[in-house]
T-cell receptor, first 115, second 113 residues
């Protein structure tokens, strides 16, 4: 157990629907990062939150949004889902400002399948 | 934009042999960090090794070591005495200017008995 909790582990939904992925960071970590891993692709950075505030944005679609709550858990909302959104979505956390210095602790991911 | 390139999509090695995975990166930062992550079939991302760019000494973690060539922007991973449990995707990553990590597309390593 890495200490980063992601739920659900698997999600199957239809095109056009909306889903919410949830992440609880490792105890003490203030930064949360979301990544998308499509088949045979590397990890694409979506968005970063630090202590409730958006810190950096990557290749995140307008149909996707995220937030970090006062208890530091984070949610990634995916709407108007398309077949191409099928992927493994990772959440990771790090100590303050530490992602690029110390690396991340990853959750086990949410496998999203859009049918 | 910062990039990380892994030129070997797939590699294989015999058990107990040594294998080297390649990685090159591009950054304009002066002080940065480099990482190798392992993703076994379980999908969990596991930090294998970390290198601080301002340190000339190559990082080592048990059977894992790196060959860091700063001028060439090269950061290869050497796995000695390969074990079946080393079978996984290996991702090279560098610290991005936004504070996040930028990953390469990965190298799929198969260790054969």
């Amino acid at each position: 157990d890495s200490g980063v909790t992601q739920t659900p582990k698997h999600l199957i939904t239809a095109t056009g629907q909306r889903v919410t992925l949830r992440c609880s960071p490792r105890s003490g970590d203030l930064s949360v990062y979301w990544y998308q891993q499509s088949l045979d692709q590397g990890l694409q950075f979506l968005i970063q939150y630090y202590n409730g505030e958006e810190r950096a944005k990557g290749n995140i679609l307008e149909r996707f949004s995220a937030q970090q709550f006062p208890d530091l858990h984070s949610e990634l909302n995916l709407s108007s889902l398309e077949l191409g959104d099928s992927a493994l979505y990772f959440c990771a956390s790090s100590v303050e400002g530490g992602g690029r210095t110390y690396g991340y602790t990853f959750g086990s991911g949410t496998r999203l399948t859009v049918v | 934009a910062q990039t990380v390139t892994q030129s070997q999509p797939e590699m294989s090695v015999q058990e107990a042999e040594t294998v080297t995975l390649s990685c090159t990166y591009d950054t304009s930062e002066n002080n940065y960090y480099l990482f190798w992550y392992k993703q076994p079939p379980s999908r969990q991302m596991i930090l294998v090794i970390r290198q601080e760019a301002y340190k000339q000494q190559n990082a080592t973690e048990n059977r894992f070591s790196v060959n860091f060539q700063k001028a060439a922007k090269s950061f290869s991973l050497k796995i000695s005495d390969s074990q079946l449990g080393d079978t996984a995707m290996y991702f090279c990553a560098s610290g991005g200017s936004q504070g996040n990590l930028i990953f390469g597309k990965g190298t799929k390593l198969s260790v054969k008995p």
